[in-house]
């Protein structure tokens, strides 16, 4: 087995959910939650039930979570270590981003092919004008020109019910760096500024249209590191500009 396919598995609680490194998600246990299954490459444990509604359910009971709130899974590659005694809390939550110039430290990092999947409970990400949710990386620029730019990737795909998942083309061979995630500083820190972290204008971050790839509604989102890169993805936070339950 080559190193690549020797990741870590960090999670919360003592249920097994699914394979390493971004492979084929579980199948669905009907309500809503990934259910438990093997992976080729290891076995992931769940981060547990937070009482988010099931996959057909399209009534809001109040206000929704606007930023990741619980870690499914997260599977580490090769390379990582960064933000795990943080876990998970480290990618809860909304950014913390160093601006145009630095990246920041709030982050976890995946390692070489490493992945994750969160969930927003108790609402869900819908196809809206525009840019629907943002991944926060910690990419940075170096100087005055826009391409020369810090970037880490990492594919995103998104899901209703934690079975079928949908994956944005990433266009990782040259910048713009379309549709990947891990190449847009982070301007948002509610520890140090104003910002609003869901205006993609001004928050930074990756931004994500569902209608780009036919998706109305997601429950859940997969990020997983672009392997054989030298520099591994490390993840902020995850929020939704457009969600189900305001």
């Not at 690549?4 to 394979?19: D, E, I, M, N």
């Not at 988010?52 to 930023?67: I, T």
């Not at 061979?173 to 104003?194: K, L, S």
Request: charged share 15%; with cysteine; net charge negative.
């Amino acid at each position: 087995m080559s190193l690549r396919a020797l990741v870590v598995c960090l999670c919360s609680s003592a249920s097994v959910l699914s394979g390493c490194g971004g492979a084929g998600a579980p199948p669905d246990d009907g309500a809503g939650e990934p259910a438990a299954a093997a992976g080729a490459g290891g076995s992931c444990l769940s981060g547990g039930h937070g009482g988010a509604p099931g996959a057909g359910e399209a009534a809001c009971g109040g206000p929704g979570a606007r930023f990741a709130t619980r870690v499914v899974s997260a599977c580490f590659g090769p390379g990582q270590g960064f933000g795990q005694d943080r876990y998970p809390d480290v990618v809860l939550g909304p950014p913390k981003g160093g601006g145009c110039c630095g990246g920041s430290l709030d982050v976890l990092s995946l390692g070489d092919g490493g992945s994750i999947v969160v969930a927003f409970e108790g609402n869900a990400i819908v196809d809206g004008p525009g840019a629907d949710f943002l991944v926060f990386e910690n990419a940075f620029g170096r100087g005055d020109d826009a391409a020369s730019v810090f970037a880490e990737l990492a594919t995103v795909e998104v899901s209703e019910d934690g079975a079928a998942w949908s994956a944005f083309p990433c266009a990782a061979e040259r910048y713009p760096y379309d549709g990947c995630a891990g190449w847009h500083p982070v301007h948002a820190n509610p520890d140090e500024n104003d910002i609003d972290p869901l205006d993609p204008p001004s928050a930074g971050g990756d931004p994500f249209d569902l209608a780009e790839i036919g998706v109305p509604l997601a429950r859940f989102v997969r990020i997983t590191d672009r392997a054989g890169t030298p520099d591994v993805f490390d993840l902020d936070a995850v929020g939704v500009v457009h969600a189900l339950c305001p």
